[in-house]
């Protein structure tokens, strides 16, 4: 288990852009997959996207493909979310999640180490 801490959250227009960052505790953080889920009130935490250790292998949510774009810095111990063309409907908690094992798309609230979430918001 790692520790995980996210930020750069914020409200935006629609068609802005934001980049969220993820920090993780511990230089062991470079050897696990990493991504990011979302969630509204009331509804399902959502896939976004996830990338592996070396970062060479991406994956996406449709929903956000061609706007949203992962990487990391094993360096610095942070994988970011370059959000862009935002919209309303982007609009909801995003977490950042881990997993030394499991595909990082697999991951539940309980499986894998989770951070404590930043709002996004999108105003039309």
């Known amino acids: 288990q790692v520790q995980l801490v996210e930020s750069g959250g914020g409200l935006v227009q629609a068609g802005g852009s934001l980049r969220l960052s993820c920090a993780g505790s511990g230089r062991t953080f470079r050897s696990y997959a990493a991504g990011w889920f979302r969630q509204v009130p009331g509804m399902e935490r959502e896939f976004v996207a996830s990338i592996s250790w070396t970062g060479g292998s991406t994956k996406y949510a449709d929903s956000v493909k061609g706007r949203f774009t992962i990487s990391r810095d094993n360096a610095k111990n942070t994988v970011y979310l370059q959000m862009n063309s935002l919209k309303p409907e982007d609009t909801a908690v995003y977490f950042c999640?881990?997993?030394?094992?499991?595909?990082?798309?697999?991951?539940?609230?309980?499986?894998?180490?989770w951070g404590q979430g930043t709002q996004v918001t999108v105003s039309s």
């Open positions: 999640a881990a997993d030394r094992l499991l595909p990082v798309a697999t991951l539940t609230s309980g499986v894998g180490s």
